[in-house]
C-alpha cells in the first residue's frame, strides 16, 4: 500500500493558489486503465481512494488518495476526478500527477453528496451537478475550452483548457427580450436537470424541467436533442445581438432551437439520458405516474424505435435468467399495464432505470427493484432482456451513480459490479451472450465501501 507520506507536494512558484498551498501533487503508484475505483471508509469514518485488479490471481485494494472521494474515470480511463477536501475537485493521471482545479472551476450552490465530481464526455470534457434553492437540480455548462488530453498538468489546464462555466441552461417557455425582461414566475422557466453528448460531441441530450425548488415539478421532464453548442458556428455581431432580444434561454450558452426526442404526453415524465457509446440509441428512464410505474426506455437519436424494456413477468423470483425478447407494451391502465402476454396488476412494478453502457454500446445495465438487475441488447432488429438476481441482497438506496460500475471488456466478457451488497461483498460479473459469470470479492475488514466507479 502506499500513502501521502511516499509522495510529494508540487511547490514551485506558479503551482500554488492564495494562501500558498500547493495545487499539484505527486503519488508513487501507476495505474493501468483496468483498474476498479472504489471509495471505502476506515472505522473512523475517513473516506479513502482505492484501486482493485478483481480478477487478479490474489486481488488486493492498493490504497491510491487518503481523504479522497467518489472517484471517477474518464471514458478513456487515463485520468479520474475526484473529491478532496470538502468540496475541491481534482483530476489524477494514471502516472500518480493529481492537480486542484481550481478557478474557474465553482461548485453548484448546494453540491449534492451523491453525485460523482464531474460528468465526463466522451470527446473528454466535463461538467458537473449541483442543486440551487431557486430552481432545484440543474446541470452545469462544460468547463472546458477543449477536451482534456492525457497528459494535462495545471499548467496546461489554465493556461488552455480552463473554461469559464456559463451556469446552468434556463428555458423560457416564449421568446422575450431579456433587457427588458424584469420578472417572472417559476412557470415560464425550465432548467436542464441532466445531460448527454453523443460521441462525436456535435449533439446533447437534456432533460429539460419546469425549475422549481426542491425539484417539485420534476415529474414534467422531457428529453430534448440540441446541437452542442460549443458547435454553433458564431454569428455577426448584430445577428448576435438580435437573437439575444428574442431568446427562449438565459444563463449557459446560447444555443441553436431544439427538437423533442419523443411524443410523449404531459402525463409521463422521460427521466437521465444516456447516449450510447455507438451512437446509435439514448437510452433514459420514464416514468408513468398514472400506469404506476417506471421502466428503462431506448430511442434512437432521430425519435424513432422508441422502445420500453419490459418482460411480462410479475414477480422479481420470476424472472428468467435467459435472453427473452422485450414485450410489446400495448396500452396503460390506472395502476395496470396491458402487455401481449396479458395484464399486471401490480402498482409501483416494474421500477427500472438505465446506469450506464458497456465500452462499446453492446449492451445496457439496467437497474432493477427487489436487488434485481437486467441487461439488455439489441439484435435481429429487436431489443432483447437477461435479468439477473445475486445471492445476496444489493441496497437499492444507495446512489445511482456508484451503483453500479462498468468495466473494460476482458477475458470472458464486460465485467460489471455492484458497490451495493448488504453483506461486505462485491459481486463481480463477467457478461458475454452466453452466460454472466459471478465472482465475489469481499471488502477488507474494517473498511466499509461507499462508491465503485470502473
Known amino acids: 500500500m502506499s500513502s501521502e507520506s511516499n509522495g510529494k507536494w508540487v511547490t514551485s512558484a506558479?503551482?500554488?493558489?492564495?494562501?500558498?498551498?500547493?495545487?499539484?501533487?505527486?503519488?508513487?503508484w501507476r495505474l493501468t486503465g483496468k483498474e476498479l475505483l472504489l471509495e471505502m471508509e476506515d472505522e473512523k469514518g475517513t473516506p479513502a481512494i482505492y484501486a482493485l485488479e478483481p480478477f487478479a490471481s490474489n486481488p488486493k485494494p492498493q490504497l491510491l488518495i487518503r481523504g479522497g472521494r467518489r472517484p471517477v474515470w474518464n471514458h478513456r480511463r487515463t485520468l479520474f476526478a475526484y473529491f478532496r477536501g470538502k468540496w475541491r475537485v481534482w483530476i489524477a493521471r494514471r502516472d500518480g500527477y493529481t492537480f486542484d482545479l481550481q478557478w474557474p472551476m465553482t461548485i453548484p450552490d448546494m453540491p449534492r453528496a451523491d453525485d460523482p465530481p464531474v460528468y465526463w464526455t466522451y470527446a473528454g470534457n466535463f461538467y458537473c451537478v449541483g442543486n440551487n434553492s431557486r430552481f432545484g437540480t440543474y446541470a452545469e455548462s462544460d468547463f472546458c475550452n477543449e477536451p482534456l488530453p492525457d497528459n494535462v498538468d495545471w499548467r496546461k489546464w489554465r493556461s488552455k483548457y480552463a473554461g469559464a462555466g456559463l451556469g446552468p441552461w434556463l428555458r423560457l417557455d416564449q421568446p422575450v427580450d431579456p433587457i427588458t425582461l424584469k420578472a417572472f414566475p417559476w412557470r415560464m422557466v425550465s432548467v436542464v436537470r441532466s445531460k448527454s453528448f453523443s460521441p462525436d460531441d456535435q449533439y446533447v441530450a437534456v432533460e429539460l424541467s419546469p425549475a422549481s425548488p426542491m425539484d417539485l415539478l420534476w415529474a414534467q421532464s422531457k428529453i430534448y436533442i440540441y446541437r452542442n453548442p460549443t458547435k454553433v458556428p458564431l454569428l455577426p455581431p448584430e445577428e448576435e445581438e438580435r437573437l439575444a432580444r428574442q431568446t427562449r434561454h438565459l444563463g449557459g450558452p446560447r444555443v441553436e432551437p431544439e427538437r423533442r426526442l419523443t411524443t410523449s404526453g404531459d402525463g409521463v415524465a422521460e427521466l437521465n439520458p444516456l447516449w450510447s457509446p455507438d451512437g446509435c440509441w439514448i437510452a433514459f428512464t420514464v416514468v408513468h405516474p398514472k400506469a404506476g410505474y417506471m421502466a428503462a426506455a431506448v430511442a434512437r437519436p432521430n425519435g424513432t424505435g422508441y422502445t420500453?424494456?419490459?418482460?411480462?413477468?410479475?414477480?422479481?423470483?420470476?424472472?428468467?435468467?435467459?435472453?427473452?425478447?422485450?414485450?410489446?407494451?400495448?396500452?396503460?391502465?390506472?395502476?395496470?399495464?396491458?402487455?401481449?402476454?396479458?395484464?399486471?396488476?401490480?402498482w409501483g412494478s416494474p421500477c427500472d432505470s438505465p446506469v450506464g453502457w458497456t465500452d462499446d454500446g453492446r449492451y445496457l445495465i439496467i437497474r432493477g427493484a427487489a436487488a434485481t438487475w437486467k441487461i439488455a441488447k439489441y439484435e435481429h432488429g429487436g431489443w432483447w432482456l437477461r435479468a439477473q438476481s445475486p445471492p445476496f441482497g444489493l441496497l437499492m438506496h444507495?446512489?445511482?451513480?456508484?451503483?453500479?460500475?462498468?468495466?473494460?471488456?476482458?477475458?470472458?466478457?464486460?465485467?460489471?459490479?455492484?458497490?451495493?451488497?448488504?453483506?461486505?461483498?462485491?459481486?463481480?460479473?463477467?457478461?458475454?451472450?452466453?452466460?454472466?459469470?459471478?465472482?465475489?470479492?469481499?471488502?477488507?475488514?474494517?473498511?466499509?465501501?461507499?462508491?465503485?466507479?470502473?
Not at 476482458?410 to 451472450?433: H, M
Open 14 to 28: 506558479a503551482g500554488t493558489h492564495e494562501g500558498h498551498q500547493p495545487v499539484e501533487f505527486r503519488y508513487p
Open 308 to 346: 420500453e424494456l419490459l418482460l411480462s413477468v410479475p414477480e422479481p423470483k420470476s424472472l428468467p435468467k435467459t435472453w427473452q425478447p422485450v414485450r410489446p407494451l400495448l396500452s396503460h391502465r390506472e395502476g395496470m399495464l396491458e402487455y401481449s402476454g396479458g395484464p399486471i396488476p401490480r
Open 398 to 454: 444507495s446512489p445511482e451513480d456508484g451503483w453500479a460500475a462498468i468495466g473494460p471488456k476482458g477475458e470472458g466478457g464486460y465485467p460489471v459490479c455492484f458497490a451495493s451488497s448488504s453483506l461486505g461483498i462485491i459481486p463481480f460479473y463477467r457478461i458475454s451472450d452466453a452466460d454472466c459469470k459471478l465472482t465475489e470479492w469481499w471488502v477488507p475488514e474494517g473498511l466499509t465501501l461507499t462508491w465503485a466507479d470502473w
